[in-house]
């Protein structure tokens, strides 16, 4: 079973920086069931970023995803405040569905 | 639109059984998997299981099989997830979300179960 392990556990950062979170797979998973979910607090977590680098639709183009094997990226280019909330990676294999534990990105 | 709708707060007493919804509309409820996710508070999220309700193929979680039980009613774009004795543990927040190729492209707004004596 695959493992999903993000860092940084909490990330803090202000507004107009730019935010590099990881995802790190314990072993060689696809690119195309790889995907990236916000939650903000008291939501329903939203679709970011599948297939490892597509920006699903509505998200705005500070939004990207990089990666393959087993190392993945979620970059926001430019913090707005409206970005600060959970951020989870997720994938499917071998009809599993697995998510990481998350990284909090907190105001600085 | 697409939409998924779930049925309200429960709260239950240990012991007790359970059937909470997830109501699909704007898309073909047949045509796609649903899934289910637990979030307890202040922790992250885990899957549950799926459902494809076109023909109520069913996949579990290996963590959650047997503790949970996943339905669909298709007449009525209805999925379900059920408990037949629920434990203080379950006391979560539970997703329903629509799948495309695997992932998770639409929720629910949620239901928070609370098993409580």
């Known amino acids: 079973e695959i493992v999903l392990t993000q860092s940084p556990g909490t990330l803090s950062l202000s507004p107009g920086e730019r935010a590099t979170l990881s995802c790190r797979a314990s072993?060689?998973?696809?690119?195309?069931?790889l995907a990236w979910y916000q939650q903000k607090p008291g939501q329903a977590p939203r679709l970011l970023i599948y297939a490892a680098s597509s920006r699903a639709t509505g998200i705005p183009d500070r939004f990207s995803g990089s990666g393959s094997g087993t190392d993945f990226t979620l970059t926001i280019s430019r913090l707005e405040p409206e970005d600060f909330a959970v951020y989870y990676c997720q994938h499917y294999g071998s009809s599993l569905h697995t998510f990481g534990q998350g990284t909090k990105l907190e105001i600085k | 639109d697409v939409q998924l709708v779930q049925s309200g707060a429960e709260l239950k007493k240990p012991g007790e059984s359970l059937k909470i919804s997830c109501t699909g509309s704007g898309y073909s409820f047949t045509s796609y998997w649903i899934g289910w996710v637990r979030q307890v508070p202040g922790k992250g999220l885990e899957w549950l299981g799926v459902?494809?309700?076109?023909?109520?193929?069913?996949r579990y979680s290996p963590a959650f099989e047997g503790q949970v039980t996943i339905s669909a009613d298709k007449s009525i774009t209805t999925a379900y997830l059920q408990w037949s004795r629920l434990e203080a543990s379950d006391t979560a927040m539970y997703y329903c979300?629509?799948?495309?190729?695997?992932?998770?492209?639409?929720w629910g707004q949620g239901t928070l179960v609370t098993v409580s004596s």
């Open positions: 979300a629509r799948l495309v190729d695997h992932l998770f492209d639409f």
């Open positions: 072993q060689s998973v696809s690119t195309i069931y």
């Open positions: 459902i494809y309700p076109g023909d109520s193929d069913i």
